[in-house]
């Protein structure tokens, strides 16, 4: 599909608030919570002059243009702020999770060359203690709750920055230049900055917001608004949120994402749209239908749940030219459940949730059917930091769920004879950071971008991912096995947390399940059960009812591919003991290093 956006010739991101505050000041662009934990708004003549006067404090504190300031904070309003005024001031943000290790942020610190960094809280400031003697080129570190960004502002005031020195900042800027240095996951290594310029996110978030206008655009009276609640150091999150303020969606920002906190800022604030990875939408599932069983009314549920994947399957037949769509009964029948089920569903997302933008890993058609059924449109993409997030998507009204879509706008995709996944496109970045020169170094010679994913196409051009290329199990009879489907459709069972398929020079594939720890709760408590997790894990019922999950899982695969043992772990996977990346990935090699024994014991006679 050609672009829908002309690429700019000139500027930056760091004009967005400046040209939303002169075309449109009085729009609500965000929303913060004051003391009381009430949601202001916040227009964009109002945003537009709190970049301007941190970005001068910026400048008053020495940092010049090119320089990398980076951001380490759980999202929040200030996060969006700091972004857009250092852009203002010419300088190169670098996010870091706010969950990493003093080594991990210190790696980042160091490859980057940044001369500030930005986080939550002092505690935050303190915790890189003796790795801060090793970073010679940081120079400030402040933290949002103890007032630094306010008295960043103030020096700016106070030391006299003009308006014309700023003007003169963002006008060194245009598309070529880099805006973010962003670092992968780091799943199979060392973690890579990735050099996204200013006219890879402006081809990135322009052609998403034109392709998916239902979603950025206002319809009616109604004006569009999303509570990010995704990390802005993930890239998934941060194009949305980008694209939030170029299209002037109001955009609120949720620092926790336990259940609680999540649940009672959406219910407040109440959202159009919502971007989430399958996990939070299997949550969502899973907690209705464990209230559900509580209540007695669990088969009612499950009733719902099959009328309103029916009702998916058929409007998506309606969408692509195949079918009729949802008859008169299932539309009934849908009406009879919409008040009992899928109602009390849209409201744990805040009620007014009308679409749902899905990434970070295959979302499958079990729940994307039935969040149809239930009246959310879902749009499933694809992207990796490299393409600066989404470089494939579902369009409107065109769904083909349990793919991943077309190429955006603009974008090109082919497949290697392996079956890898090659893009090429505007949104495909500089290249690698280069720690010593200071500078992208491009990652083909030809512009076509090898993935490392695995997928293919149907008769239509709609992508399926099908794996990992690094991942191929090769077991001792010689069947490849692509462990990723079977892992994600395992993962959205109610009682795992993480599941590891394993298989390569064995003679069959096997699995390792972490448990869930709110499933678990409830499954021992619906059955009177008080059973340490330590003895959990060889409970007979427990694996009667995984051996269920293990077989409807296989019916994916060929029996030589399918999983013939598993074995249930008393932990979990956790991302300090290294098994897993700050974006919940599982670290694959050291996953089977470290639980070489529990492998080994799948494969004993």
Same mark, same amino acid.
């Given at each position: 599909?050609? #672009?829908? &956006?002309?690429? !700019?010739? /000139?500027?930056? *991101? $760091? @004009?967005?608030?400046?040209?939303? +505050?002169? =075309?449109?000041?009085?729009?609500?662009?965000?929303?913060?919570?004051?003391?009381?934990?009430?949601?202001?708004?916040?227009?964009?003549?109002?945003?537009?002059?709190?970049?301007?006067?941190?970005?001068?404090?910026?400048?008053?504190?020495?940092?010049?243009?090119?320089?990398?300031?980076?951001?380490?904070?759980?999202?929040?309003?200030?996060?969006?702020?700091?972004?857009?005024?250092?852009?203002?001031?010419?300088?190169?943000?670098?996010?870091?999770?706010?969950?990493?290790?003093?080594?991990?942020?210190?790696?980042?610190?160091?490859?980057?060359?940044?001369?500030?960094?930005?986080?939550?809280?002092?505690?935050? #400031?303190? &915790?890189?203690? !003796?790795? /801060?003697?090793? *970073? $010679? @080129?940081?120079?400030?570190?402040? +933290?949002? =709750?103890?007032?630094?960004?306010?008295?960043?502002?103030?020096?700016?005031?106070?030391?006299?920055?003009?308006?014309?020195?700023?003007?003169?900042?963002?006008?060194?800027?245009?598309?070529?230049?880099?805006?973010?240095?962003?670092?992968?996951?780091?799943?199979?290594?060392?973690?890579?900055?990735?050099?996204?310029?200013?006219?890879?996110?402006?081809?990135?978030?322009?052609?998403?917001?034109?392709?998916?206008?239902?979603?950025?655009?206002?319809?009616?009276?109604?004006?569009?608004?999303?509570?990010?609640?995704?990390?802005?150091?993930?890239?998934?999150?941060?194009?949305?949120?980008?694209?939030?303020?170029? #299209?002037?969606?109001?955009?609120?920002?949720?620092?926790?994402? $336990?259940?609680?906190?999540?649940?009672?800022?959406?219910?407040?604030?109440?959202?159009?749209?919502?971007?989430?990875?399958?996990?939070?939408?299997?949550?969502?599932?899973?907690?209705?239908?464990?209230?559900?069983?509580?209540?007695?009314?669990?088969?009612?549920?499950?009733?719902?749940?099959?009328?309103?994947?029916?009702?998916?399957?058929?409007?998506?037949?309606?969408?692509?030219?195949?079918?009729?769509?949802?008859?008169?009964?299932?539309?009934?029948?849908?009406?009879?459940?919409?008040?009992?089920?899928?109602?009390?569903?849209?409201?744990?997302?805040?009620?007014?949730?009308?679409?749902?933008?899905?990434?970070?890993?295959?979302?499958?058609?079990?729940?994307?059917?039935?969040?149809?059924?239930?009246?959310?449109?879902?749009?499933?993409?694809?992207?990796?930091?490299?393409?600066?997030?989404?470089?494939?998507?579902?369009?409107?009204?065109?769904?083909?769920?349990?793919?991943?879509?077309?190429?955006?706008?603009?974008?090109?995709?082919?497949?290697?004879?392996?079956?890898?996944?090659?893009?090429?496109?505007?949104?495909?970045?500089?290249?690698?950071?280069?720690?010593?020169?200071?500078?992208?170094?491009?990652?083909?010679?030809?512009?076509?971008?090898?993935?490392?994913?695995?997928?293919?196409?149907?008769?239509?051009?709609?992508?399926?991912?099908?794996?990992?290329?690094?991942?191929?199990?090769?077991?001792?009879?010689?069947?490849?096995?692509?462990?990723?489907?079977?892992?994600?459709?395992?993962?959205?069972?109610?009682?795992?947390?993480?599941?590891?398929?394993?298989?390569?020079?064995?003679?069959?594939?096997?699995?390792?399940?972490?448990?869930?720890?709110?499933?678990?709760?409830?499954?021992?408590?619906?059955?009177?059960?008080?059973?340490?997790?330590?003895?959990?894990?060889?409970?007979?019922?427990?694996?009667?009812?995984?051996?269920?999950?293990?077989?409807?899982?296989?019916?994916?695969?060929?029996?030589?591919?399918?999983?013939?043992?598993?074995?249930?772990?008393?932990?979990?996977?956790?991302?300090?003991?290294?098994?897993?990346?700050?974006?919940?990935?599982?670290?694959?090699?050291?996953?089977?290093?470290?639980?070489?024994?529990?492998?080994?014991?799948?494969?004993?006679?």
């Amino acid at each position: 599909m050609p #672009a829908l &956006a002309a690429p !700019p010739v /000139r500027g930056s *991101l $760091a @004009d967005i608030p400046f040209d939303n +505050a002169r =075309e449109e000041p009085a729009a609500p662009v965000l929303a913060r919570k004051d003391a009381a934990g009430r949601w202001q708004d916040v227009t964009a003549a109002a945003f537009a002059e709190e970049v301007a006067a941190l970005a001068k404090g910026l400048i008053a504190q020495g940092l010049a243009p090119g320089e990398r300031l980076a951001i380490m904070a759980r999202t929040r309003y200030e996060w969006t702020l700091l972004d857009f005024a250092a852009w203002a001031a010419g300088l190169v943000t670098v996010p870091v999770y706010p969950t990493s290790s003093a080594f991990q942020t210190r790696a980042i610190l160091q490859d980057s060359g940044a001369v500030a960094l930005a986080v939550e809280t002092a505690a935050a #400031a303190a &915790a890189l203690g !003796p790795e /801060r003697d090793r *970073l $010679a @080129d940081l120079a400030h570190v402040w +933290a949002f =709750e103890a007032g630094d960004l306010g008295r960043l502002a103030e020096l700016g005031r106070a030391t006299g920055v003009t308006d014309a020195e700023l003007a003169a900042r963002r006008a060194r800027l245009g598309p070529a230049d880099p805006a973010t240095l962003m670092y992968t996951s780091g799943t199979t290594g060392r973690p890579k900055g990735c050099v996204l310029t200013h006219g890879n996110v402006f081809a990135e978030i322009d052609n998403a917001v034109e392709l998916l206008h239902p979603i950025f655009r206002a319809t009616s009276e109604e004006q569009p608004a999303t509570l990010l609640f995704l990390p802005l150091s993930h890239v998934f999150g941060r194009m949305v949120a980008l694209g939030c303020l170029r #299209a002037r969606v109001r955009l609120g920002h949720a620092p926790s994402i $336990a259940t609680e906190d999540l649940l009672a800022d959406l219910a407040s604030f109440r959202p159009t749209f919502l971007l989430a990875i399958p996990y939070v939408l299997e949550k969502v599932f899973n907690t209705g239908r464990a209230t559900a069983e509580r209540l007695g009314r669990v088969s009612s549920y499950d009733r719902a749940a099959r009328i309103a994947r029916r009702y998916g399957e058929e409007t998506e037949a309606q969408q692509l030219g195949t079918g009729p769509g949802p008859g008169a009964g299932l539309r009934f029948a849908r009406g009879v459940y919409d008040p009992l089920v899928y109602r009390r569903i849209r409201a744990a997302l805040g009620g007014r949730v009308r679409y749902v933008i899905s990434g970070g890993s295959p979302l499958g058609r079990r729940l994307g059917t039935f969040y149809t059924g239930a009246g959310i449109e879902l749009f499933e993409g694809y992207g990796l930091t490299e393409t600066t997030a989404a470089v494939t998507v579902t369009p409107p009204q065109q769904q083909r769920l349990g793919t991943v879509g077309w190429p955006m706008p603009g974008a090109r995709l082919r497949l290697g004879a392996d079956g890898e996944v090659f893009l090429k496109g505007p949104q495909v970045f500089a290249g690698y950071w280069d720690a010593q020169t200071r500078a992208a170094v491009p990652a083909t010679e030809d512009g076509w971008l090898p993935t490392g994913d695995l997928g293919s196409l149907d008769a239509d051009g709609y992508l399926t991912l099908t794996g990992r290329k690094s991942e191929m199990l090769i077991t001792t009879g010689g069947k490849n096995v692509a462990p990723a489907p079977l892992e994600d459709w395992l993962r959205a069972h109610p009682l795992v947390s993480q599941c590891l398929v394993v298989g390569d020079a064995r003679p069959f594939v096997g699995a390792l399940f972490t448990l869930d720890p709110e499933g678990i709760a409830h499954w021992q408590q619906m059955r009177r059960k008080n059973v340490p997790l330590e003895r959990l894990a060889q409970d007979p019922e427990l694996h009667e009812t995984l051996q269920r999950a293990v077989d409807e899982a296989n019916k994916l695969v060929s029996r030589p591919e399918s999983i013939r043992k598993f074995a249930v772990l008393a932990g979990q996977f956790t991302e300090e003991a290294g098994h897993l990346t700050p974006s919940q990935k599982m670290k694959r090699e050291a996953l089977v290093r470290d639980f070489a024994g529990e492998i080994d014991a799948l494969y004993e006679r």
